[in-house]
C-alpha cells in the first residue's frame, strides 16, 4: 500500500508521507532524561498528538511509558473516587506496558482518594526496572476541572519530594499535550472564591523547542513522495514556496502537499503552491480556518488589534505579556518578526484575516465588484488602469469622507477593490519581510506574470524618495523590471500629484500614483 498525506488525526511513518522531525524528537528527549515536567503547548494541528505517539515509539525500549488520554465527557471526572478508579482502568488498559506490569498494577488495591493513587503510582514505579514516564495528551479537554487540575496538584507533590523519597519514586517525567500552558491555568482554591492563578503545574520546566517545520525538514517528506511518483519537481524550491507561504505551521505544510498530490493534478510548482493555498482559505469546512475567523468574530478586542497591525500602520513589540498579544501567540495568530515585532505568523493566515476585513468592509461601505473584463487584455491584467480607476473611485466616491478614515482604511478599500479582479485566475499576498509602520509591499501574480505594489501613507518628500529606493531594492530582489507605488496622502496643503505617471529609479520603471 502506497503512502499518502494525511492531515486528519495523528501520522503513522508506516502509513503517510512525514516530515523527519528527529530532531525535534531529540530535543524532547533531553527534557525527558532530565526528569522534566513539562507541556507540550502549541495551537491547533500543530502536530502535537503525532509528537506523542513518535515519542512513545522512542521511548519505550528505555523507559516505561505510559500514554493516556481523557476525552470530553469522560466518567472519571464525576468524583474523586471515579477518577482514581479511571485512572487505574486507563493505566491498566495503557498500550505498550507488558502484561507483568499490568498485573503488578492491577494487584495493588483500587485506590478511592489522591492520597492512595499517589501511594499506588510509587509503589508501581519504585518497582520497575527502568523509569516511569508519564503522557497526557489532549489534556484541553480536562483542564476546566477541578479533579483534573488537584491530579496536577499531586504529581506536582510527588515531583517536590523526589529529592527526598528519590526519582524512582513517581514519574521520571510527565508530559502534558494541547493548546494552553497549564503551568498559567486559574484555579479555583475553595468553591466559594474567585478563580485566581496558583498553578498546579508550577513545577513546570517551560517548553521552548521549535514545532513549526523549515525548508530543510520539509524536503525530507517530499524525498520519499518524490522516491515513489518521481514527478521531477524542484524539491528544494518547493520547499521553500511551502514554507513561505505556512511558515512551517505543521498542518498547513501536509494540507499543501496533499491538495497537490490529489486535487491539482500533481502540479508540484509555484502555481500549485498558490492554488492549493486558496483551496484552503476558502474552505469552509476547515477546523483551522473556521477557528481563525471565529476567534476574531467573537473578540472585539482581538479583531481591533489585528486591523490596526495589518492595515493601520500599528506597530507593538511581541510581548506575551500582554493579554492580547499571549491570546494570539496562543492561536499562533502571531508571532515575533523582524526586530520583535508583532506580525502575522504565515501568509494563508493572512490572507484569510484580509479577505475577512476585506468582505467586512464591503458590505459596510456596499461597494461594488469591478467588472474584470474592463482590466484584463489578452489573458494580462493592466495594472496601470487597475490604479488609475481605483484613484477616480477614491476621488468621486469617497470626496466627502473623513479624510483620516480614508488614511487610515486606504489599503484596505485598495485590497477591496483588487480582490474581486483578481479572484480565480490570479493571486496576491502581502509581503510580511518588507511591512513595517508607514509601508505594505503587495505581490500580485496574474497571468504569468507578477507585479509588486507598494502602498504607503504619506510621510514627506524624504520618505518618498526613501520609498522609491525601498521598491527599486526588492524589484531587484525579484528580478521585476518594473513596480508600483501608491502613496495615500489627505493633506490639505499639499499639492497632489494628479494623474499618475511612470518614472524612473535606478534602472526600475515605477509607476507612481498619488490619493
Known sequence: MKKKFNTTGS????????????????????????????TINRARQFGKTTTMDLLFDRLSDRYVVILLSFEIGDTI?????????????????????????????????????????????????????????????????????????NFLGMLRNKYLERSRRGMTSTFHSVILAGVYDVKNLKIKLRPDEERKYNSPWNIATDFDVDMTFHPDEIITMLNEYEADYHTGMDKEFISNEIYKYTSGYPFLVSKICELIDRKLEKDWSERGVQEAVKVIENDDESTLINSLTKNIENDAELKRFLKAIMLEDFTIEFNANVPVIKKCKLYSIL?????????????????????????????????????????????????????????????????NTDNKFLERQGRLLFLCFLKPIVNGT????????????????????????????????????????????????????????EGYLVTFSFLKNKTVQEEPEWVEHDGKRIYEAVI
Not at 491498566?92 to 498485573?103: C, H, K, P, R, Y
Not at 508501581?124 to 479537554?141: A, N, T, W
Not at 480607476?389 to 470626496?399: G, W
Not at 507585479?451 to 521585476?480: C, D, H, P
Open 426 to 481: 490570479g493571486f496576491y499576498y502581502v509581503e510580511p519581510e518588507t511591512r513595517d509602520g508607514g509601508r505594505m509591499d503587495l505581490v500580485v501574480s496574474f497571468g504569468g506574470e507578477e507585479f509588486v505594489i507598494e502602498l504607503k501613507i504619506w510621510r514627506g518628500e524624504k520618505y518618498e524618495v526613501e520609498g522609491k529606493v525601498q521598491l527599486a531594492e526588492y524589484l531587484k530582489t525579484r528580478n521585476l523590471s
Open 11 to 38: 501520522c503513522n511513518p508506516a502509513q503517510h508521507y512525514m516530515v523527519d522531525t528527529s530532531r525535534k524528537l531529540a530535543q524532547i528527549e533531553e527534557y525527558i532524561e532530565e526528569g522534566s515536567y513539562f
Open 77 to 149: 471526572f464525576n468524583s474523586v473516587k471515579d477518577f482514581c478508579y479511571g485512572f487505574d482502568d486507563k493505566v491498566s488498559n495503557a498500550f505498550g506496558l507488558t502484561s507483568e506490569q499490568v498485573a503488578f498494577w492491577r494487584n495493588e488495591m483500587k485506590s478511592e482518594s489522591f492520597e492512595g493513587l499517589s501511594a499506588k503510582i510509587s509503589a508501581f514505579c519504585s518497582e520497575q526496572s527502568k523509569p516511569v514516564i508519564l503522557l497526557v495528551d489532549e489534556v484541553d479537554k480536562s483542564t476546566d476541572n477541578q479533579l483534573f487540575l
Open 335 to 399: 508571532k515575533s518578526g523582524a526586530d520583535n515585532k508583532a506580525v502575522v505568523h504565515n501568509v494563508v493566515f493572512e490572507r484569510v484575516l484580509y479577505n475577512y476585513f476585506i468582505t467586512e468592509e464591503k458590505l459596510r461601505l456596499m461597494m461594488r465588484d469591478e467588472q474584470k473584463s474592463a482590466y484584463i487584455q489578452n489573458g494580462k491584467l493592466n495594472m496601470p488602469y487597475v490604479i488609475e480607476r481605483f484613484q477616480s473611485l477614491i476621488r468621486n466616491e469617497y470626496r
